[in-house]
């Protein structure tokens, strides 16, 4: 499936220009011994918008996220980083991004708000400067009451939001979120959402890699398949669901009868005869869905439940990392 895949036309603005790229990179590459990890990777990632990259455990997110914030250089390839290129103006990119990974900058021994203001000492913010950023960030995530408790006393989306608002200290135009809500409960995961939706309204561009589907389509306006170690896809959610088949119509039946009857008359259904159900094939127009109620009734078949599936992005993600995965070196 991922050769047969086409590229997703560039965005553009709405003269026809491409849209200015936060972060831009050209065959991207990176081995550790004789393991490819990033086999010539391509980005375009336009200001302000949220970029995800999905994939598998150990298929080089994390890799592409250190190579883009300079923590690990890339072994061929190019990339520019807030207009500045990763090799030759790293200081540059370093001064523009925020990162933070899927282990925390957070220490654990000293509070919340000491936290912020070794963050904002860091960025040679001034003592009042700090103090000021300091407060208005706790207040924002939410952690005023808990500032002068030790982080390690937090909970993980505590920790989690306090790992932001530290990345935050320095005002940064680009932040790279490294699975941002593994391991948070359900609530904690949708704030993690809001708070990334409003970096976005502030003009961030936000450079999120992911395990969960959901994630991705609910937040990012481009997604990006990693699958043995080269783009398997990219595009919006919808673009990306658009290339895969999948969508159908399921026929549930609780008379044995009525599904045997039926299922002989749709010689084109694929069965379940254990579930009593049978499954057509369905573009989900509501043309297509008229045409297969009419022709149900003119066969005289009656379900007793119609549900329509439209492919999601783990029908996506299945279909574009079904092939041979990698498997991941020890470190
Ligand atoms: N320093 C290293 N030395 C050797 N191999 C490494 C190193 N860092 C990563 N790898 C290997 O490179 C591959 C990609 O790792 P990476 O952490 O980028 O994947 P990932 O997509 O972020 O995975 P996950 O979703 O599990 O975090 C894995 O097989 C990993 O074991």
Redesign the pocket.
């Known amino acids: 499936m991922p050769s047969s895949v086409m590229p997703m036309p560039m965005p553009s603005q709405a003269d026809g220009r491409p849209s200015p790229a936060a972060v831009s990179a050209v065959g991207l590459r ?1 081995s ?2 004789d ?1 490819v ?2 086999d010539g990777i391509d980005l375009h990632i336009p200001e302000g918008s949220i970029f995800a ?1 999905l ?12 190579i883009l914030s300079t923590l ?1 250089t890339a072994d061929g390839g190019q990339a520019r980083v807030a207009g500045h290129d990763l090799t030759a103006e790293a200081q540059s990119v370093r001064a523009a991004i925020g990162v933070t990974g ?1 282990f925390s900058a957070v220490d654990g021994l000293i509070t919340g708000e000491e936290n912020m203001l070794l963050m904002a000492d860091l960025n040679h913010l001034s003592k009042q400067e700090g103090r000021r950023v300091t407060a208005e960030l706790l207040e924002r995530f939410d952690l005023t009451e808990a500032a002068k408790k030790p982080a390690s006393t937090y909970s993980g989306g505590m920790k989690r939001r306090l790992d932001i608002a530290m990345t935050l200290v320095g005002s940064p135009r680009i932040i790279f979120l ?2 941002p809500t593994t391991g948070l409960d359900p609530r904690s995961r949708h704030n993690m959402w809001q708070i990334i939706r409003e970096l976005v309204s502030d003009g961030v561009t936000v450079f999120l ?1 992911t ?1 969960y589907l959901e994630e991705a389509d609910q937040l990012a306006d481009r997604i990006a398949v ?1 699958n043995n170690g080269k783009i398997a896809a990219e595009g919006t959610a919808e673009e990306l669901k658009r290339l895969i088949p999948g969508g159908h119509i399921r026929l549930r039946f609780t008379d044995p009868d009525a599904y045997r009857a039926a299922a002989t008359a749709l010689t084109g259904a694929a069965r379940d005869d254990e579930a009593l159900a049978l499954q057509l094939p369905s573009n989900g127009t509501q043309r297509e869905l008229r045409s297969v109620l009419d022709w149900l009734d003119s066969a005289d078949i009656e379900a007793d439940e119609l549900t329509l599936h439209t492919p999601d992005l783990d029908d996506v993600f299945f279909a574009l990392t079904a092939t041979a995965q ?6």
């Open positions: 990176k550790y011994g393991k990890v990033l990259l994939g598998p455990n150990g298929a080089g997110k994390t890799t592409a996220v250190k690990i899927q490294d699975e890699t395990q990693l990698p498997k991941e070196a020890v470190r």
